[in-house]
Protein backbone atom coordinates (compact mmCIF):
# COMPACT_ATOMS: atom_id res chain seq x y z
CA UNK A 1 0.00 0.00 0.00
CA UNK A 2 1.70 2.90 -0.53
CA UNK A 3 0.61 7.12 -0.42
CA UNK A 4 -1.04 9.13 -3.59
CA UNK A 5 -2.72 12.15 -3.86
CA UNK A 6 -4.48 14.06 -6.44
CA UNK A 7 -4.81 18.02 -6.35
CA UNK A 8 -7.49 20.21 -7.10
CA UNK A 9 -7.30 24.02 -7.79
CA UNK A 10 -10.68 24.41 -8.73
CA UNK A 11 -12.12 23.11 -5.47
CA UNK A 12 -12.85 19.98 -6.37
CA UNK A 13 -14.45 20.47 -9.80
CA UNK A 14 -11.35 18.71 -11.59
CA UNK A 15 -8.20 16.97 -10.35
CA UNK A 16 -5.08 15.91 -11.27
CA UNK A 17 -3.21 12.99 -11.98
CA UNK A 18 -2.60 10.60 -9.16
CA UNK A 19 1.00 11.38 -7.88
CA UNK A 20 2.55 8.74 -5.55
CA UNK A 21 4.05 10.19 -2.87
CA UNK A 22 5.31 7.08 -0.66
CA UNK A 23 6.35 4.04 -2.45
CA UNK A 24 7.12 0.92 -0.38
CA UNK A 25 8.40 -2.14 -1.60
CA UNK A 26 6.48 -5.66 -1.79
CA UNK A 27 4.58 -5.74 1.45
CA UNK A 28 5.48 -2.93 3.44
CA UNK A 29 3.01 -0.37 3.40
CA UNK A 30 1.54 3.32 4.12
CA UNK A 31 -1.85 3.04 6.00
CA UNK A 32 -4.00 5.44 7.46
CA UNK A 33 -2.71 8.92 6.56
CA UNK A 34 -3.91 11.93 8.05
CA UNK A 35 -2.94 15.46 7.24
CA UNK A 36 -3.02 19.00 8.44
CA UNK A 37 -1.78 22.39 7.47
CA UNK A 38 0.21 24.75 9.34
CA UNK A 39 -1.62 27.89 8.98
CA UNK A 40 1.11 30.26 10.30
CA UNK A 41 3.75 28.45 8.12
CA UNK A 42 1.60 26.87 5.29
CA UNK A 43 3.51 23.49 5.55
CA UNK A 44 1.10 20.28 4.88
CA UNK A 45 1.63 17.49 7.41
CA UNK A 46 0.84 13.97 7.04
CA UNK A 47 1.26 11.44 9.29
CA UNK A 48 1.53 7.56 8.54
CA UNK A 49 1.33 4.01 9.77
CA UNK A 50 4.89 2.74 7.69
CA UNK A 51 3.72 -1.13 8.40
CA UNK A 52 6.87 -3.95 7.98
CA UNK A 53 4.76 -6.82 7.41
CA UNK A 54 7.13 -9.30 9.58
CA UNK A 55 9.74 -8.74 11.96
CA UNK A 56 12.77 -11.42 12.29
CA UNK A 57 10.06 -14.51 10.99
CA UNK A 58 7.76 -13.41 13.36
CA UNK A 59 4.23 -13.54 12.83
CA UNK A 60 2.63 -10.12 13.22
CA UNK A 61 3.31 -6.58 11.38
CA UNK A 62 5.79 -3.82 13.22
CA UNK A 63 3.79 -0.01 12.83
CA UNK A 64 5.86 3.04 13.21
CA UNK A 65 4.97 6.49 12.94
CA UNK A 66 6.22 8.66 10.15
CA UNK A 67 5.39 11.87 9.20
CA UNK A 68 6.21 13.84 6.41
CA UNK A 69 6.01 17.46 5.13
CA UNK A 70 5.41 19.88 2.47
CA UNK A 71 6.45 23.50 2.24
CA UNK A 72 5.57 23.78 -1.48
CA UNK A 73 1.90 22.54 -1.65
CA UNK A 74 2.26 19.22 -2.51
CA UNK A 75 4.80 19.22 -5.12
CA UNK A 76 7.55 17.85 -2.93
CA UNK A 77 7.84 16.05 0.30
CA UNK A 78 10.63 15.69 2.75
CA UNK A 79 12.08 12.23 4.24
CA UNK A 80 9.94 10.81 6.86
CA UNK A 81 10.37 11.75 10.43
CA UNK A 82 9.79 8.53 12.52
CA UNK A 83 8.40 8.92 15.87
CA UNK A 84 9.27 6.06 17.56
CA UNK A 85 11.46 8.40 19.78
CA UNK A 86 7.91 8.95 21.73
CA UNK A 87 7.09 5.49 23.10
CA UNK A 88 10.79 4.23 23.75
CA UNK A 89 10.65 2.36 27.25
CA UNK A 90 7.21 2.73 27.27
CA UNK A 91 4.89 -0.52 27.23
CA UNK A 92 2.57 0.28 24.22
CA UNK A 93 3.11 1.64 20.22
CA UNK A 94 1.02 4.10 18.41
CA UNK A 95 -1.16 3.68 15.77
CA UNK A 96 -2.20 6.94 13.50
CA UNK A 97 -5.66 7.97 13.24
CA UNK A 98 -6.93 8.05 9.67
CA UNK A 99 -8.65 11.41 9.11
CA UNK A 100 -7.29 14.63 9.40
CA UNK A 101 -4.92 16.98 12.23
CA UNK A 102 -6.08 19.97 13.92
CA UNK A 103 -3.92 22.93 13.80
CA UNK A 104 -4.33 25.48 16.52
CA UNK A 105 -2.87 28.96 17.86
CA UNK A 106 -0.89 26.63 20.18
CA UNK A 107 -0.29 23.63 18.14
CA UNK A 108 0.18 21.02 15.31
CA UNK A 109 -2.02 17.83 16.38
CA UNK A 110 -2.44 14.45 15.16
CA UNK A 111 -5.01 12.46 17.26
CA UNK A 112 -3.32 8.88 17.77
CA UNK A 113 -3.88 5.62 19.42
CA UNK A 114 -1.57 3.32 21.93
CA UNK A 115 -1.94 0.08 21.49
CA UNK A 116 -0.32 -2.77 23.50
CA UNK A 117 -0.29 -6.88 22.77
CA UNK A 118 -0.44 -8.08 19.08
CA UNK A 119 -1.64 -6.02 15.88
CA UNK A 120 -2.49 -8.47 13.47
CA UNK A 121 -1.65 -12.08 12.36
CA UNK A 122 -0.64 -14.00 9.41
CA UNK A 123 -2.65 -16.74 11.16
CA UNK A 124 -5.87 -15.48 10.80
CA UNK A 125 -6.95 -15.11 14.30
CA UNK A 126 -7.70 -12.02 15.53
CA UNK A 127 -5.57 -9.36 17.31
CA UNK A 128 -5.79 -9.17 20.63
CA UNK A 129 -5.25 -5.77 22.66
CA UNK A 130 -4.19 -5.23 26.21
CA UNK A 131 -5.57 -1.33 26.36
CA UNK A 132 -5.74 1.11 23.16
CA UNK A 133 -6.56 4.94 24.52
CA UNK A 134 -6.37 8.24 22.54
CA UNK A 135 -3.87 9.53 22.64
CA UNK A 136 -1.96 13.14 20.83
CA UNK A 137 0.83 13.65 19.07
CA UNK A 138 1.65 17.60 18.69
CA UNK A 139 4.01 20.06 18.30
CA UNK A 140 4.26 23.60 19.77
CA UNK A 141 7.43 24.66 17.26
CA UNK A 142 5.89 23.87 14.14
CA UNK A 143 7.60 20.43 13.70
CA UNK A 144 10.85 21.08 15.07
CA UNK A 145 9.63 18.44 17.74
CA UNK A 146 6.93 16.46 18.45
CA UNK A 147 5.39 15.58 22.07
CA UNK A 148 2.91 12.82 22.95
CA UNK A 149 -0.03 13.34 25.21
CA UNK A 150 -1.22 11.18 28.16
CA UNK A 151 -3.72 8.65 27.14
CA UNK A 152 -7.21 8.77 27.60
CA UNK A 153 -10.49 6.88 26.92
CA UNK A 154 -10.63 2.84 26.77
CA UNK A 155 -10.57 1.33 23.33
CA UNK A 156 -10.51 4.08 20.88
CA UNK A 157 -9.55 3.13 17.83
CA UNK A 158 -9.39 5.98 14.51
CA UNK A 159 -10.07 8.67 17.03
CA UNK A 160 -10.75 12.13 15.92
CA UNK A 161 -10.57 15.73 16.67
CA UNK A 162 -12.12 18.62 15.93
CA UNK A 163 -12.55 22.68 17.36
CA UNK A 164 -16.26 23.15 19.36
CA UNK A 165 -17.21 26.72 19.68
CA UNK A 166 -18.24 27.38 22.81
Known amino acids: IDLAMKKSFDGGKTWSKLEVIRDFPEKEAACDPSMVVDRQTGTIWLAYDYTVPEFQGEHRRIVRIHLIKSDDEGITWSTPIELCYLTKEKNFFLQNAPG ?5 EEAIIFPMYAVAGTVGSFQNQRPMYEFEKTVLVYSKDHGKTWLLSNGVGDYNPEPQIVT ?3
Not at 100 to 104: E, F, I, Q, S, W
Open 164 to 166: LKG
Open 100 to 104: VGLCT
